[in-house]
């Protein structure tokens, strides 16, 4: 079964930068896996997306209004991780932030798998 493992959260000053990375493992034909995404959720909210990346190929990456340049999403397929570099963080961004499966990107987002394929996540907490 598919493992996720986020690492490099933290806190940090607002206007500062954070790298998370995810590191994705047992990817086997018993779940279609067409790329890694980036969801967060801050406390008393529903999860909301914030980037995908295909896991191969040319298609190109998806980003949430909110964190669209100032976020970029990238994958390393020598080392199976998929990195979420955060620069001019706001405290918004405070979060629980979680490395997901995807199925699919549209214009729309992000078709995401059931949370029990999710990473267990990692606190990203932006204050001064």
Request: proline share 6%; glycine share 14%; aromatic share 10%.
């Amino acid at each position: 079964q598919v493992q996720l493992v986020e690492s490099g959260g933290g806190l940090v000053q607002p206007g500062g930068s954070l790298s998370l990375s995810c590191i994705v493992s047992g990817l086997t034909s018993d779940l279609y896996v067409y790329g890694i995404g980036w969801a967060r959720q801050s406390p008393g909210r529903d999860p909301g997306e914030v980037s995908c990346i295909p896991l191969s190929g040319p298609g190109l990456p998806y980003y949430d209004d909110s964190v669209k340049g100032r976020f970029t999403i990238s994958r390393d397929s020598a080392k199976n991780t998929v990195d979420l570099q955060m620069n001019n963080l706001k405290p918004e961004d405070t979060a629980v932030y979680y490395c997901a499966p995807i199925a699919a990107i549209t214009t729309g987002g992000c078709s995401w798998y059931a949370k029990e394929f999710w990473g267990k996540g990692t606190l990203v907490n932006v204050s001064a």
